[in-house]
């Protein structure tokens, strides 16, 4: 995957201070990659979207420009004007290449939504180490892999944290902010601060295998399938069962459709091989609550107080 056409230089400072993100690099043109952009954009950032070749970004931005439709159908029904201003205001504030380590000169932040492989991740994070100011932050939209071996291929650590967005960008609120023990906090809080500024709400997370929600989801994914496959239930009335009886926009079926069986598959295996003990076990926490009496809402205190 070759994105470098440019001759590499290094540094040695530090940059330990709150960097507000204003130019960002988006490398990669997926679905994932342009949904950022166009957040971003959508935001007032300067944002170079970064892929292979000139077809795929061009794929993008018409991506982008029919996302943007959608939205002025929407926000500007009675103001067809105001809309195609909005469109126009926000596709200029985004611009295209093929050069990462060019466009790494002049960012504050890259973020990195590529193929789930680390050589890869870690491949182009070396690269764009020694083509990047010191003070740049370098983030990876990684759904499941470790940040801190994304980050081991870099020399700034203490700049390199995750952003963990979901599908589809523009619509879905959340974005896990992830620290490894070596990113400053600094670096963390601009990274915050960035969520923030993209409308987005964050939750911090440490650098465990699937951060919150995705560690959370596999368990609930494979004991779904695994459900299904003992014959304890069909597909269709265990996603009925899941979207009634506890409010889920998608049953574990379909969401396994949507994001892709071979996504989530990857996931697993992953997850299974960095943790294989089962993760279903006594929760010493809990105990310590029912023997306390707090038992929720009944009691007036369980995890949370009323």
């Not at 420009?65 to 596709?91: F, H, M």
Request: proline content about 5%.
């Amino acid at each position: 995957m070759a994105f470098f056409t440019h001759q590499r230089r290094s540094f040695s400072s530090s940059a330990l201070r709150n960097v507000v993100i204003k130019q960002v690099t988006i490398i990669g043109g997926g679905q994932m990659g342009t949904g950022i952009a166009q957040v971003a954009a959508s935001t007032g950032h300067t944002v170079t979207l970064v892929d292979t070749n000139d077809d795929i970004l061009k794929k993008a931005v018409k991506r982008i420009e029919g996302s943007l439709k959608r939205v002025v159908k929407k926000k500007y029904a009675d103001k067809p004007e105001a809309g195609e201003e909005y469109i126009q205001k926000v596709l200029q504030n985004v611009s295209t290449s093929t050069d990462a380590g060019s466009a790494a000169q002049v960012s504050d932040l890259v973020l990195e939504s590529i193929v789930e492989n680390l050589k890869i991740k870690q491949d182009l994070f070396c690269q764009l180490d020694e083509a990047a100011p010191a003070h740049t932050l370098f983030a990876s939209n990684t759904s499941f892999l470790p940040i801190s071996d994304i980050a081991s291929a870099t020399n700034r650590l203490d700049r390199f944290g995750g952003l963990h967005f979901f599908n589809p960008v523009p619509m879905m609120k959340l974005v896990e902010v992830i620290g490894t023990p070596t990113t400053s906090q600094e670096t963390f809080d601009s990274l915050l601060n960035f969520s923030k500024a993209l409308g987005k709400t964050p939750v911090c997370c440490k650098d465990t295998p699937g951060f919150i929600v995705n560690r959370l989801l596999l368990p609930y994914i494979k004991d779904s399938v695994l459900l299904h496959e003992r014959g304890h239930g069909s597909k269709e009335d265990i996603d009925i069962a899941m979207k009634l009886g506890l409010g889920h926009p998608m049953g574990p079926f379909e969401l396994c459709d949507y994001v892709g069986l071979d996504i989530m598959k990857s996931m697993v295996d992953r997850w299974l091989a960095m943790e294989p003990k089962p993760p279903f076990a006594e929760s010493e926490n809990l105990n310590k609550l029912v023997a306390e009496g707090k038992l929720g809402i009944k009691t007036g205190e369980g995890f949370y107080k009323k």
